[in-house]
């Protein structure tokens, strides 16, 4: 069955370390986005890609970078971790164009020490 | 003003009762409308879709869309202690319009058997 995944599921890290989180879609979707989950703030989005080679910056891209060398995947990578970063991230993809809604990952709990 | 407004809650209710979930927005151009559930520590999965003004039933849940008023509401009947989550709605442009979703931050409901 096609599928999205996010690894690692678990995450601790230093501040200042570079982290990188794959996700990955099986769905051949054109389009894919990251997002945050933090309490009291709800989904934010941070990356998007409208297909390879196509990134855009969302609300919260500041310290994240992504980029897309194919269909499937699209890691993300926070340059220089911080402990404001410590949340859940969450892949997301779609199909793109009328009517067509996101198909979300299992989520990647990071925690920046 | 957030473009999509949705009370946090948290709702608590008996086995059985109906459940009324509710997000207003402000963006006239919003067209797709969805709600997703999200389980304890899982990614949010597509519950309910429904294009621009209506009403759209599967089983238990009815979502609602009344454009003129920018208000999307969200039914639950017979609720069951398995409908515990929390519960995002989440929008987007027309045709031509933004591939990103706006969401509320989410309404935790617990069902209580």
């Known amino acids: 069955d096609a599928e999205i995944t996010q690894s690692p599921r678990h995450k601790i890290t230093e501040t200042g370390r570079q982290v990188t989180l794959a996700c990955h879609q099986t769905?051949?979707?054109?389009?894919m986005f990251w997002y945050r989950q933090d309490l009291g703030h709800g989904l934010r989005l941070i990356h998007y890609s409208y297909g390879v080679h196509d990134t855009n910056k969302g609300e919260v891209s500041d310290g994240y970078s992504v980029s897309r060398s194919n269909t499937e995947d699209l890691p993300l990578t926070l340059e220089s971790a911080a402990s404001s970063q410590t949340s859940v991230y969450f892949c997301?993809?779609?199909?793109?164009?009328?009517?067509?809604?996101?198909?979300f990952g299992p989520g990647t709990r990071l925690l920046v020490l | 003003q957030k473009e999509v407004e949705q009370d946090p809650g948290p709702l608590s209710v008996p086995e059985g009762a109906i459940v009324s979930l509710n997000c207003t927005y402000s963006?006239?151009?919003?067209?797709?409308f969805m709600w997703y559930r999200q389980y304890s520590r899982k990614g949010p999965e597509l519950l309910m879709y429904?294009?621009?003004?209506g009403n759209k039933e599967d089983g238990r849940f009815t979502a609602q869309v009344d454009k003129s008023s920018k208000y999307i509401s969200l039914f639950i009947r017979d609720s069951q202690p398995s409908d515990s989550a929390t519960y995002l709605c989440a929008m987007r442009g027309g045709q031509g319009g933004s591939e990103k979703l706006v969401f509320g931050k989410g309404t935790k409901l617990t069902v209580n058997p």
């Open positions: 429904t294009y621009s003004s």
């Open positions: 769905w051949n979707h054109n389009n």
């Open positions: 997301a993809s779609s199909w793109g164009g009328r009517g067509e809604t996101q198909y």
């Open positions: 963006n006239s151009a919003f067209q797709y």
